[in-house]
């Protein structure tokens, strides 16, 4: 058996979908930017499914731009924030995607803005209070925190976050990657003025995302050299990614509780086994209260093969994360974990979920990880 657990990092691609952007890709290849027939089919393609998108997320179609995914849309929403002058204090928490904690860190080196670090409980979530005196101090602040951490899980309260940016008349970027398509997002009743989406996180394609910016908040283009996303970004659309993008969202919001249902009772399985076959097992963040159904972050106790087990759990056949998949390829320890102090003689492993996924792949994975333990 091969088990994969790393759906935070990617999901497989939904085969309607794939069918949907294979017929895209052989029958309308006109550019869209041409004024010509089959230019302007395709353009039909992509406002349509711009259309589907901003009613899913009940938004003006004109609100949503289409990116290469999340990172480019957290880089946009805040770097062009900051170029156009009117922020000097940037809010946010150590425990953000790399996208939003190193980009807010170089415009902080560059001497662009103020940065201001919000407290974190000892369960990882964001201190609400010490939020509120950071913007009673610092008003009209750009505030980025994201909706679900991709780490360990847990769900910020963005309706409250949004009401506290409102009262303090701050900008509010909240990067919902690891949200859009597994929880329903209503942004015309929601204070918010940037959102980031990644099409790989709910079945779609990768290298295609979009950003929502709120009609009344205005920045300008983040790549030049052509008009297209309304002269926002230039650069030929990706067709078969937007077409793919938007069947995904379908299908996701469409199947979303049954789906959140049964991937939630996964999570709960697993965290009953490993707790009944491995002793000393704890959980990183708010694993059983306010967290994302589809990430489950474990603590493991103290091994000598601490340093081994993500390899020996691959070579075992089960493919999981011991953090951000953005950073599987160094060799520095999860930021998250470690604003968190969560003690580094303890290895961590995340095991995200999907729909794909099965109980008997549960019990697979904790009788493998029984025997490194035993």
Known sequence: ?????????????????????????????????????HGRQVRTLIEDARKSVAKLLNCSPGEIFFTSGGTEADNMAIRQMVLGGNIKNIITSKIEHHAVLHTVEELANSGKINLHFVNLLTNGHIDLIHLEKLLSTFPNSLVSLMHANNEIGNLLDIDKVGEMCQKHSATFHCDTVQTIGHYPLDLAKTYVNFIACAAHKFNGPKGIGFIYINSKTKISPFITGGAQERNMRGGTENVYGIIGLTKALEIAYTNLEQEQNYIQELKTYMIEKLRTTIDGITFNGDAEDKSLYTVLNVNFPPTSIAEMILFKLDIAGVSCSGGSACSSGSNVGSHVLSALNISPNRPSVRFSFGKQNTREEVDFTVEKLKEMFK
């Open 1 to 37: 058996m091969r088990v994969y657990f790393d759906n935070a990092a990617t999901t497989p691609l939904d085969r309607e979908v794939a069918n949907v952007m294979f017929k895209v890709m052989c029958d309308d290849f006109g550019n869209p930017s041409s004024t010509h027939a």
